[in-house]
């Protein structure tokens, strides 16, 4: 291009040739040539709302109030949240502990509050050239509200409702640190990021953000394999703009243990996911014939859902989102899948409960295999105490069997895509991810008997020992459900 002008060069070494600088600059010849199409006018519409959308997130808190709650108007309260958050909080803040900056103009609350914040290490406004991520007031009000209850002495070890809400507001602080810092990567992408940003996200509970592809967090070696830790058919849970197995990610992994928890647990007591465990523990999976395959998996999803649906809500997986059994049912029905070529099951949820602020209605793509186990044995046949008979007959007929345990690998997928829709204005897209591999495990009761049966007494009184251990919480479990209302 020697013979262009150097002022109307492109750079051939950026992504994009510096095509989006080049109409910037030079927009009549643009027209002229044609270079302006719907792609490049999308990407310049894009890049003009980016640093207002970056700015207006930067003061945002992470967490919107009431967003789960029954009923909510999600797309209002978020509309309000990032227009009205900064003002709510700054008025919050002056109401509650400041009270004499009341009659001060907006703006003076503002700067004054800004000054405050330092003091408890929230940098409102921080120095540009040390290129930091910069807080927010609804951190600031969290801290607050933190301190008061620190000075009345509450642990976060103990039990209770001031307890659990200390608690609370340290997984609320730890979010708005991961939000401030991935704002700036979806934004400016991870070059952008200083030493100190890299280590602020890493106490808070994800890695540092790292570029990598599609295919690599839904796969990597086994994407497209079919094998257990294949997760290719998910990668569409994110919309167009991610469905490329070559599109360029920011990813940062889960590395707070209890975050991990949380999510887990969310995804374990999800009725969909416990629906496809017993579906494919118990349904007639191999039967050659598709019908009779289909109506085995309906069966059994629907044994397991009205088996939940019975059990008292402090126990039941049944979220108070969960719709009918007929829609649960249809819906399990749409979105499990089974390879009989494979012996592989999978579903995709996205689960009713949503266990922390950042990561909240996250993906979750899990895959089921059956695991041959050693055999076991159990006591058939035995009618327990015979006439005259002081002890029951433990040395009737055996049944031998093969346990149903099922091997699982779970993709836990998060994007940060706070107000729905605009993940298109993103220089580069982040998610948030864990994965996990599970298998279900053989109960104590199984092995104990197995070991009686093969004289194995040292096993025997081990597994005896821990099923004595759970008995007072089976049987207060056993009176939870036998007289609860339901």
Avoid: C
């Amino acid at each position: 291009m020697d013979w262009v002008p150097k002022d109307k060069q492109m750079d051939m070494r950026q992504p994009d040739a510096g095509l989006l600088d080049w109409i910037k600059e030079n927009p009549a010849e643009a027209v002229a040539v044609g270079a302006i199409t719907p792609y490049a006018a999308k990407e310049l519409s894009a890049a003009a709302a980016r640093p207002l959308q970056k700015a207006i997130s930067a003061r945002s808190s992470i967490k919107i109030d009431k967003f789960y709650s029954k009923g909510a108007n999600k797309a209002q309260l978020a509309m309000h949240h990032f227009l009205k958050n900064e003002q709510d909080e700054i008025n919050k803040i002056v109401k509650k502990w400041y009270p004499d900056l009341k009659n001060l103009k907006y703006a003076d609350k503002k700067r004054e509050l800004s000054g405050i914040a330092k003091q408890f290490g929230v940098t409102i406004t921080p120095d540009p050239a040390l290129n930091r991520a910069k807080g927010s007031f609804g951190e600031l009000t969290a801290v607050l509200e933190r301190k008061d209850l620190i000075a009345k002495g509450i642990s976060p070890e103990e039990r209770g409702w001031q307890a659990r809400k200390l608690r609370g507001l340290d997984l609320d602080i730890r979010s708005e640190h991961q939000w401030q810092v991935l704002n700036k990567v979806v934004h400016d992408d991870i070059k952008s990021l200083s030493r100190a940003d890299k280590i602020k996200i890493n106490k808070a509970g994800l890695t540092a953000p790292i570029k990598t592809n599609m295919k690599n967090v839904f796969g990597g070696k086994n994407f497209g394999s079919g094998k257990l830790n294949d997760h290719s058919r998910a990668i569409v849970v994110h919309g167009k703009q991610m469905q490329s197995p070559n599109t360029a990610v920011s990813i940062s992994k889960v590395i707070n243990s209890g975050d991990a928890y949380r999510m887990h647990r969310a995804v374990s007591k999800d009725h969909l996911n416990q629906m496809a465990e017993y579906v494919m523990k118990y349904a007639d999976l191999d039967n050659p014939d598709k019908i009779a395959r289909l109506e085995s998996i309906r069966k059994h999803a629907q044994q397991k859902f009205f088996s939940m649906a019975a059990t008292p809500m402090q126990y039941a997986s049944l979220h108070w989102e969960v719709g009918n059994a007929d829609k649960s049912i249809q819906q399990f029905m749409q979105r499990f899948r089974y390879n009989e070529k494979t012996g592989i099951g999978r579903i995709n949820i996205s689960p009713s409960r949503k266990p922390l602020p950042l990561i909240g209605g996250f993906n979750a793509n899990i895959r089921y295999q059956k695991v041959k186990t050693k055999p076991r044995y159990r006591l058939i046949n035995n009618k327990g105490f015979a006439s005259g008979q002081k002890t029951p007959d433990m040395f009737g007929e055996w049944e031998k069997y093969y346990p149903n345990k099922i091997k699982k690998s779970y993709l836990y997928t998060d994007r940060l895509d706070l107000l729905k829709g605009s993940g298109w204005t993103q220089k580069l897209p982040h998610l948030s991810i864990m994965t996990k591999e599970d298998v279900s495990r053989v109960t104590n009761r199984e092995k104990m008997i197995t070991s009686l049966k093969e004289k194995n007494w040292r096993k025997a009184a081990t597994s005896a020992a821990k099923l004595a251990g759970k008995l007072p919480g089976l049987a207060g479990r056993f009176f939870a459900f036998r007289f609860a209302r339901i």
